[in-house]
């Protein structure tokens, strides 16, 4: 298990946060984003045999929880896939909670700020 790197770039009121090379156990640095007021997230990549990955929140930075979509369904995804996130929490981050030898994901977060 590690902690993957997200690469930002932010550009007028918007950022993109992309976390790469998301492996079975593997999560995402933490992204804050308190001040973000919409934020969608692409996932993609192979998921392999039983891959899976979370899109989590936290407001303290510790206790991560699964997000949502405008439609209360959790952000948890099994294949490609792309998700409004309904929650507004000060740090975001993906988690693979599944796959095999196979499993290597990307996670693209674009996010716009109130004007």
């Known amino acids: 298990m590690a902690t993957r790197d997200a690469t930002i770039t932010y550009d007028t009121n918007r950022a993109t946060v992309v976390w790469t090379g998301l492996l079975n156990g593997d999560d995402g640095s933490p992204f804050e984003g ?3 007021a919409d934020a969608s997230v692409q996932i993609t990549g ?16 510790t206790n991560y929880v699964v997000l949502t979509d405008p439609q209360g369904g959790a952000i948890t995804k099994t294949g490609a896939a792309v998700e409004q996130v309904s929650e507004g929490m000060k740090y975001v981050k993906p988690a693979v909670t599944a796959g095999d030898g196979s499993t290597s994901l990307t996670v693209t977060m674009y ?3 109130n004007r």
């Open 34 to 36: 308190f001040d973000w």
């Open 46 to 61: 192979t998921f392999g045999v039983g891959g899976s990955i979370n899109f989590t929140g936290s407001n303290d930075g």
């Open 111 to 113: 996010a716009r700020r």
